[in-house]
Every structure is written in structure tokens, then in C-alpha cells.
């Protein structure tokens, strides 16, 4: 059973934010708890269908990329008290999304392809061929729109001009941000996969600069399969993959961009199966550790009576 929806009354609530994929509870204005849900997005639209198992493997990739890094750069987690659930700061977000990538693929090469030379005031050579990877990983960053509304590029110039993000700062999310990506990388190499892409999100408290929401999971981040990645680009061929690019390229295949008075194709169950388990395949691959499938024959209760023993022994 997938959970797409929660509405929870913790002790301590302050109010709640339902957001594309993830439910947010302001925990006594201090604290976030954060329930990753079964929904899945694309084209900045929530498809009308849960992927049973999604929301525990995004939530537990985070988790363990999240103590992974935490010596690079603070981050926002304190506990896991349930496979769906993380628990830690609430910050104040800054209002841009760090995207980082080392090839040119998925939307870069879309925005290529149509003659840009230029992406997020980056320059981007002549003669560059899909899925090739750059000489050093750039950094192309977003606004963060409010629900329902695209994010949009914008450059590190105009963030900085505009007074979005002071210079200072914007200039260490930068750095926090390139070596996350490496330190993504070399764990996606023992693993054999490539890091092509990923977004980071930051925020503040009391001070200090904290890594917050998801890192390195596959809504976030894009991975290639390392094994064949030069022989499939040699030949022009498309990259195997692990990440959402192929629930976008199914939707493209049926018509759907996600553009105003389109309908968002029938998700068949056999198709709801196979994005299922490309995500616990991803969580393996990425990971090394076996998916162990929690219990799913009544999340919501389950959760519930995770979250709010864990808020009594706080």
C-alpha cells in the first residue's frame, strides 16, 4: 500500500507543509519532521499514482548521505525515528536550489540542443554531444518556486546582485556544494555508478549554514551505470540509467511535458511496479546494502506510533 497523503496531529505541532512528494511538521517552531510519501513528480507535476516503497528508499538514501557528508557541512537531520520519516533543524531556507552537473544531459541537453550555449550564465562549449561529461562539474543553479510553479535558471551573477543570497554566503553554498558532489561521487564509484547531476538545498540557523531537505537521492540526482558508460557513448547510444529521467522520457512517449490543459497518462500497475523497483534497485546500487521492505499493510498507523514515541522520549 503507498502512502500519498498523511495529516497528523504530533505533540507539539505547530502547522504542517504538504509539498510535491514530502509532508512537513513544524515541530514547536525548532523542529521539522519530515515525511517522505509514495508520490512521485515530474514536469513539476505530482502524478496521480503512489510507487509503493518510494518514499522509504528516498528517506533512507538521505539518511545515510546526510551522515556521510556531515563533516563537509552541517545538516538539518537529528534522528530517523521511522523508514518514511526523518526528524531534525528547522531552518530558513535560502531561496535558491544548487544544481550541480558533470555531464551534459537530461535538460542541459535539452537546453543545448535548442543552440544555448549558456546555462545559468555558464559557458558551455561548441561541438559537445549528449551524456558527455564536462571538465570540471559546474554549478547551475535555480530559484525555488512556490508549489505548482516551475523553478526557473538563474545565474550566479543576478543571485547575488539581486540580494537573494548575500555574495559571502552564496560563495560557501558553492563550495559546499562541489564538495558534496565529489564526496557523491567517489561513494557512487565503489558502487559502480556515476553521479551525473544532483541539487542541493540550504538553509540558516542561528548563525550557521546547514544542508537541509534530500541529498543523492534518485529525485534529486541522476546516476549512469558505469560499466558500458564510454561504449554506449562512443556509439551514441542512450546511457543505462538510474534516476527519474525514465518516468519523464515515459510520459514524453505518451504526449505529456507537464504543459498547461495536458493529462497526465493512465499509470498502469505494471508501470507503477517497475518505477517501484527501479528506486529499491537504486537504493541497493547505490547503497551496497539489500532493501529491506518495511511494513506496508498500514503505513499511516505505523508511522504515527513511530513519530509520537519518539516525540515523548525527546
Same mark, same amino acid.
Given at each position: ?42 514536469? &513539476? ?21 546526510? !551522515? ?13 525515528? !521511522? ?7 528547522? #531552518? ?8 550541480? *552537473? ?7 541537453? *535539452? ?6 550555449? /549558456?546555462? #545559468? ?12 561529461? @564536462? ?17 526557473? &535558471?538563474?545565474?550566479? +551573477?543576478?543571485?547575488?546582485? /539581486? ?49 537541509? +531537505? ?9 546516476? %549512469?551505470? /558505469? ?5 554506449? %557513448? ?12 525514465? $518516468? ?22 505494471? @508501470? ?10 537504486? %537504493? ?6 539489500? %532493501? ?6 498500514? $503505513? ?6 513511530? $513519530?509520537?514515541? @519518539?516525540?515523548?522520549?525527546?
Amino acid at each position: 500500500m503507498a502512502i500519498t497523503k498523511t495529516n497528523f496531529s504530533f505533540p507539539g505541532q505547530k502547522d504542517v507543509y504538504h509539498g510535491k512528494v514530502r509532508e512537513v511538521y513544524n515541530i514547536d517552531d525548532e523542529y521539522l519532521m519530515m515525511i517522505v510519501t509514495d508520490r512521485i513528480s515530474a514536469f &513539476d507535476v505530482v502524478l496521480p499514482r503512489g510507487i509503493p516503497y518510494k518514499g522509504q528508499v528516498l528517506n533512507q538514501i538521505a539518511s545515510k548521505f546526510l !551522515d556521510a557528508t556531515s563533516d563537509i557541512v552541517p545538516n538539518w537531520k537529528i534522528a530517523s525515528p !521511522d523508514p518514511n520519516v526523518t526528524f531534525g533543524h528547522r #531552518c530558513d531556507p535560502y531561496p535558491v536550489e544548487m544544481i550541480v *552537473r558533470a555531464y551534459l544531459t537530461g535538460s542541459s541537453w *535539452r537546453t543545448y540542443k535548442s543552440g544555448a550555449r /549558456s546555462i #545559468c550564465g555558464v559557458p558551455i562549449p561548441d561541438g559537445m554531444k549528449e551524456h558527455q561529461g @564536462f571538465k570540471d562539474p559546474i554549478i547551475t543553479p535555480t530559484t525555488k518556486a512556490d508549489q505548482g510553479l516551475h523553478d526557473e &535558471d538563474i545565474s550566479a +551573477d543576478e543571485i547575488i546582485n /539581486s540580494g537573494l543570497v548575500p555574495e559571502d554566503e552564496y560563495r560557501l553554498l558553492e563550495k559546499y556544494s562541489i564538495e558534496l558532489f565529489r564526496r557523491g561521487s567517489e561513494i557512487a564509484a565503489e558502487q559502480g555508478l556515476i553521479l551525473v547531476d544532483t541539487k542541493y538545498e540550504f538553509g540558516r540557523k542561528d548563525g550557521k549554514i546547514y544542508l537541509i +531537505d534530500e541529498i543523492h537521492t534518485p529525485d534529486s540526482s541522476r546516476y %549512469f551505470y /558505469s560499466d558500458g558508460y564510454r561504449e554506449r %557513448f562512443n556509439k551514441g547510444l542512450k546511457q543505462k540509467q538510474l534516476s527519474k529521467e525514465f $518516468v519523464r522520457e515515459w510520459l514524453m512517449s505518451e504526449g505529456f511535458k507537464g504543459e498547461p490543459g495536458q493529462e497526465v497518462p493512465e499509470m498502469t500497475d505494471e @508501470f507503477v511496479n517497475q518505477v517501484s523497483e527501479r528506486y529499491i534497485e537504486l %537504493f541497493e546500487r547505490i547503497t551496497g546494502d539489500k %532493501f529491506e521492505k518495511a511494513d506496508i499493510s498500514d $503505513v499511516e498507523s505505523r508511522i504515527e506510533k513511530n $513519530v509520537s514515541e @519518539f516525540l515523548k522520549a525527546l
